[in-house]
């Protein structure tokens, strides 16, 4: 680690910390927040000329205390006049972000685009923000170590930085603290940071969040990702050969669209990843034998996450390849059929409820003064208040848009919302891209720092067939009612 101090146009900042381990470029997003000049527009005058993104900083020369001379434009921001209209440039920058209905994109500081992906479809969760808000510096419990303390701190500040701001932000620290928590993500090759599994991303991230965002001293241990994320699983695990059966349940945060020659549709590929062949130790028989494993879920969460499974081990290669089969989703996607009879039985007073309610925004307005009493008692919401595993809100209805007394229940159903996608050929190369649904329903395609307006229409096309990018992770949430 260098500190040097660097000078542009009239001013001097000293103790600017370069980090020789990282390219140049990640230097020049420290000068950017610094400056307000963007990395394209940086001049950094160094021996031999001028400082470029990917040099070698054993080569450039630079040493201790020296002094380095930018030059470069910054972002101007036009004054508003004394009178007349005002425009959009010149509103406060939080009212900026609110009047471009999206937020910012994400610098890439040297293949982090499985990062940026990963934060842009979770940083689009509200109900996880809120938690994030709540939790503070100081509130770190005795059993959460200082690494997930530090990474929940980052990831909070990264979210408000994220709905703050206009411009791209450098998420430097959020980098820092993750590689510090979960060091396989500081591999390098030949000096440069690799590019790594956006999957294994989120997960490292959600069970980080998991740990801290829990409610300490009450007499629940409110576990907030998994209410919002959890899936229980019922399993049935049975020995043709023995006839021995067992059952279990578990937990995950996400639901496994396995892909095969016989899958075309999403649908297809999760009741293919609910059922597994295992072998183990067979008490009756005294030796390993073959059993067969099938899942039924038993608990729906709020947001409904799914792999494509797309990625295996290829030994002669020694790396992870792609399957690159086109595998259909739906931006409507039901899952009662994969669903334990309990829950189903659970499931099915809200879906006729959900049914009802969808037959009138559809003009059925004969019946509307004969319902009007039911209109009151019954009104559809977003997946608000904690889900237990009977798919109903574990939080009586003091929520907004939910009548008082009343609860949050899910039907099965749920919308698609966010889309993580790979292009390339191994999970660890290739790009990763967010393609996230905003607020005002429009969906904005986060390509590192350049966030594109998408159509809906188009979002469903990232299905594979190619090499373009394809969905590698879906995020669904939930569509439920008050009852």
């Not at 010149?90 to 939080?94: A, S, T, V, Y």
């Not at 030949?190 to 965002?213: H, I, K, P, R």
């Not at 209410?227 to 937990?251: K, N, P």
């Given at each position: 680690m260098l500190t040097v101090s660097v000078k542009w146009?009239?001013?001097?900042?000293?103790?600017?910390?370069?980090?020789?381990?990282?390219?140049?470029?990640?230097?020049?997003?420290?000068?950017?927040?610094?400056?307000?000049?963007?990395?394209?527009?940086?001049?950094?005058?160094?021996?031999?000329?001028?400082?470029?993104?990917?040099?070698?900083?054993?080569?450039?020369?630079?040493?201790?205390g020296q002094k380095l001379m930018m030059m470069g434009t910054a972002d101007e921001v036009v004054k508003a006049p004394e009178k007349g209209p005002v425009f959009m440039e010149?509103?406060?920058?939080?009212e900026q972000v609110a009047s471009l209905g999206h937020s910012a994109g994400l610098f890439n500081l040297g293949n982090t685009c499985y990062m940026n992906s990963t934060v842009q479809c979770l940083h689009s969760v509200p109900e996880l923000k809120s938690s994030l808000v709540k939790y503070s510096h100081s509130g770190r419990s005795n059993d959460l170590d200082q690494t997930s303390h530090m990474l929940t701190v980052a990831t909070r500040d990264l979210f408000n930085e994220l709905d703050k701001s206009v411009k791209p932000v450098a998420p430097m620290q959020f980098w820092m603290v993750l590689r510090k928590k979960y060091p396989q993500f500081s591999q390098l090759h030949?000096?440069?940071?690799?590019?790594?599994?956006?999957?294994?991303?989120?997960?490292?991230?959600?069970?980080?969040?998991?740990?801290?965002?829990r409610s300490p001293g009450s007499s629940v241990n409110v576990d907030?990702?998994?209410?919002?994320?959890?899936?229980?699983?019922?399993?049935?695990?049975?020995?043709?050969?023995?006839?021995?059966?067992?059952?279990?349940?578990?937990?995950?945060?996400s639901l496994k669209c396995h892909i095969s020659q016989e899958v075309n549709h999403l649908h297809e590929g999760l009741k293919h990843g609910l059922k597994s062949e295992l072998e183990k130790a067979s008490p009756a028989l005294g030796r390993s034998a073959i059993y067969f494993k099938e899942s039924r879920i038993n608990g729906l969460p709020r947001y409904l996450t799914i792999q494509f499974v797309r990625f295996f081990w290829k030994r002669e290669s020694n790396q992870k390849a792609k399957i690159l089969r086109k595998v259909d989703y739906p931006l409507e996607l039901d899952?009662?059929?994969?669903?334990?009879?309990?829950?189903?039985?659970?499931?099915?007073?809200?879906?006729?409820?959900?049914?009802?309610?969808?037959?009138k925004k559809l003009g059925l307005k004969a019946n509307e003064k004969s319902s009007s009493?039911?209109?009151?008692?019954?009104?559809?919401?977003?997946?608000?208040?904690?889900?237990?595993?009977?798919?109903?809100?574990?939080?009586?209805?003091?929520?907004?848009?939910?009548?008082?007394?009343?609860?949050?229940?899910?039907?099965?159903?749920?919308?698609?919302?966010?889309?993580?996608?790979?292009?390339?050929?191994?999970?660890?190369s290739g790009h990763y891209v967010a393609w996230v649904k905003q607020e005002n329903g429009k969906w904005i395609e986060f390509d590192d720092d350049n966030p594109i307006p998408q159509r809906e229409e188009d979002i469903v096309k990232l299905s594979g067939g190619g090499d373009w990018h394809m969905a590698y992770i879906c995020m669904y949430k939930a569509r439920t009612v008050s009852m």
């Open positions: 146009q009239k001013e001097v900042f000293k103790s600017v910390e370069i980090d020789t381990s990282q390219p140049p470029y990640v230097f020049k997003c420290q000068l950017y927040d610094l400056t307000g000049v963007p990395p394209e527009r940086q001049k950094i005058m160094v021996k031999g000329g001028l400082l470029k993104d990917d040099a070698d900083w054993s080569t450039v020369g630079v040493k201790q010149d509103l406060p920058e939080e030949n000096g440069v940071f690799m590019q790594q599994d956006a999957e294994e991303c989120w997960t490292q991230l959600l069970y980080t969040l998991s740990q801290s965002l907030t990702v998994k209410d919002l994320f959890g899936i229980e699983l019922a399993s049935r695990i049975h020995c043709q050969e023995s006839g021995e059966e067992s059952s279990e349940t578990e937990s995950t945060y899952v009662y059929d994969l669903c334990s009879d309990e829950l189903r039985k659970q499931l099915e007073g809200p879906r006729q409820i959900l049914r009802d309610e969808e037959g009493s039911k209109d009151g008692d019954v009104k559809m919401t977003d997946a608000e208040g904690s889900s237990n595993a009977g798919g109903e809100s574990s939080v009586a209805a003091s929520q907004e848009g939910v009548p008082a007394g009343k609860e949050t229940c899910l039907t099965g159903i749920y919308d698609l919302v966010a889309v993580l996608t790979h292009k390339g050929r191994s999970a660890d």
